[in-house]
């Protein structure tokens, strides 16, 4: 007998790209621009660690392990010591050596996200109704006390 030719069948490569939402039924906007979606991704994934820390920054404070009761007390010292000693439990499951090496590249990415969130619970506790922070575009601190700009 012969030997059987095999039929060309199964996989054939296309032009799509790899995945797609199935869920979705619009695939031109899947399909225009993968790079614009990535960064959808990207923008949505960098909200999400923002949330992260944003919620442990507040049930930090909220607990005062160390007893700096940032909220009512407004020193830089403090604040900073604050900052450490939350990056620090933040970071916990780390060595001390890990830290110590990754602290410039931590500052660089915590520290913006820890003072906005302390400002923003500060403010709430002096009163501030949450609709006006939302409306606030920024905050000056300025000495000891915060202005809010409109």
């Known amino acids: 007998m012969p030997p059987q030719k095999k039929k060309s069948g199964g996989y054939k490569p296309t032009a799509l790209p790899p995945l797609l939402d ?4 619009n695939t ?3 399909l225009s621009d ?7 991704v990207q923008r949505q994934s960098d909200a999400a660690c923002r949330d992260v820390m944003k919620n ?3 049930k930090w404070l909220e607990t005062d392990i160390d007893g700096l009761d940032l909220i009512n007390t407004r020193t ?4 900073i010591k604050g900052f450490w000693s939350w990056l620090r439990d933040f970071h916990k499951e780390y060595s001390d050596d890990w830290f110590a090496r990754n602290m410039p590249r931590l500052k660089e990415q915590f520290e913006p996200i820890y003072k906005t969130t302390l400002k923003e619970q500060r403010l709430k506790a002096d009163g501030v109704s949450e609709d006006r922070l939302l ?3 920024r905050l000056v ?3 000891k006390v915060m ?3 409109f």
């Open 135 to 137: 409306q606030c575009p």
């Open 28 to 30: 031109r906007n899947q």
């Open 141 to 143: 601190c300025h000495s």
């Open 34 to 40: 993968p790079l614009e979606s990535r960064d959808t």
């Open 76 to 79: 830089r010292e403090g604040d």
């Open 22 to 25: 199935l869920k979705n039924k």
């Open 56 to 58: 442990e920054v507040i």
């Open 147 to 149: 202005f809010l700009i």
